[in-house]
Nanobody
């Protein structure tokens, strides 16, 4: 069974930075794409960023392009989301997800396993 555990959320001032981490169990971590999604109160879960199995392909949602960076360390079974220049609208619960395939995707339906999320609060 695959488990994903997010960490690194918290309270940050607008304009500040946070780095989210996702620890994944399982020996085949490196063969799957990974993604980050977020869900704000009263809103649907939305795609934020994804990365292919080897890290060579990444996708970002338009609202976070140029501010967020997704990366992975396959040796450590970790995926990260560096978030800079945070805005109040970035406040949400952030979820890590593992894809069905090695190919990065922006679609929620492309992800098989999900973590429980870590909350990011941005103070303006």
């Amino acid at each position: 069974q695959v488990q994903l555990v997010e960490s690194g959320g918290g309270l940050v001032q607008a304009g500040g930075s946070l780095r989210l981490s996702c620890a994944a169990s399982g020996r085949t971590f490196s063969t799957y794409a990974m993604g980050w999604f977020r869900q704000a109160p009263g809103k649907e879960r939305e795609f934020i960023a994804s990365i292919s199995w080897g890290g060579g392909v990444t996708y970002y949602a338009n609202p976070v392009k140029g501010r967020f960076t997704i990366s992975r360390d396959n040796a450590k079974n970790m995926v990260y989301l560096q978030m800079n220049s945070l805005k109040s609208e970035d406040a949400a619960v952030y979820y890590c997800a593992r894809g069905f395939t090695p190919t990065a995707s922006t679609l929620t339906a492309s992800y098989e396993y999900w973590g429980r999320g870590t909350r990011v609060t941005v103070a303006s």
